[in-house]
């Protein structure tokens, strides 16, 4: 196992894991093009949870505006503490971008929804397709 940052030559393999998740699915798939990935890359960091040479989940904290823009595992490997460790990365991502709070979205009753509470998110309201708002205060030492 390893954990590294993203390159533009992952893309194909995020985009693929970010079509195989169980909830918080795109149902338009162009609302995050390749492109917009490697737009992100730009400016951003992408983690990665790599095993044999396959990414079995990713993270991404958006620098310009504290969000934490995405956290995705492999179904195959929920359950194994990748999504703890990868959202532990994006939240350090926005600390030393000097971010004391951070912003995520997800569908309610899910179990993302179900693991950002009980990783101490607080549920600030909904977007306006029904989103759930999570926010959480940033503190060095903090596992996000």
């Given at each position: 196992?390893?954990?590294?940052?993203?390159?533009?030559?992952?893309i194909p393999?995020?985009?693929?894991?970010r079509a195989?998740?169980?909830?918080?699915?795109?149902?338009?798939?162009?609302?995050?093009?390749?492109?917009?990935?490697?737009?992100?890359?730009?400016?951003?960091?992408?983690?990665?949870?790599?095993?044999?040479?396959?990414?079995?989940?990713?993270?991404?904290?958006?620098?310009?505006?504290?969000?934490?823009?995405?956290?995705?595992?492999?179904?195959?490997?929920?359950?194994?503490?990748?999504?703890?460790?990868?959202?532990?990365?994006?939240?350090?991502?926005?600390?030393?971008?000097?971010?004391?709070s951070a912003?995520?979205?997800?569908?309610?009753?899910?179990?993302?929804?179900?693991?950002?509470?009980?990783?101490?998110?607080?549920?600030?309201?909904?977007?306006?397709?029904?989103?759930?708002?999570?926010?959480?205060?940033?503190?060095?030492?903090?596992?996000?």
């Amino acid at each position: 196992m390893r954990i590294r940052k993203a390159v533009l030559a992952d893309i194909p393999d995020l985009m693929r894991l970010r079509a195989a998740v169980r909830e918080n699915r795109h149902t338009e798939p162009h609302k995050v093009s390749p492109e917009d990935v490697a737009e992100f890359l730009q400016s951003g960091e992408i983690w990665i949870w790599e095993e044999r040479q396959r990414i079995l989940g990713f993270s991404a904290g958006d620098t310009q505006i504290g969000w934490v823009w995405a956290l995705f595992v492999d179904p195959e490997h929920e359950g194994r503490g990748l999504g703890r460790a990868l959202l532990s990365l994006a939240c350090r991502s926005l600390i030393r971008a000097g971010f004391s709070s951070a912003t995520l979205t997800t569908d309610p009753g899910t179990r993302a929804a179900r693991f950002y509470q009980r990783a101490g998110w607080t549920d600030s309201g909904r977007t306006e397709d029904g989103e759930i708002i999570f926010t959480r205060r940033l503190e060095i030492g903090s596992d996000g």
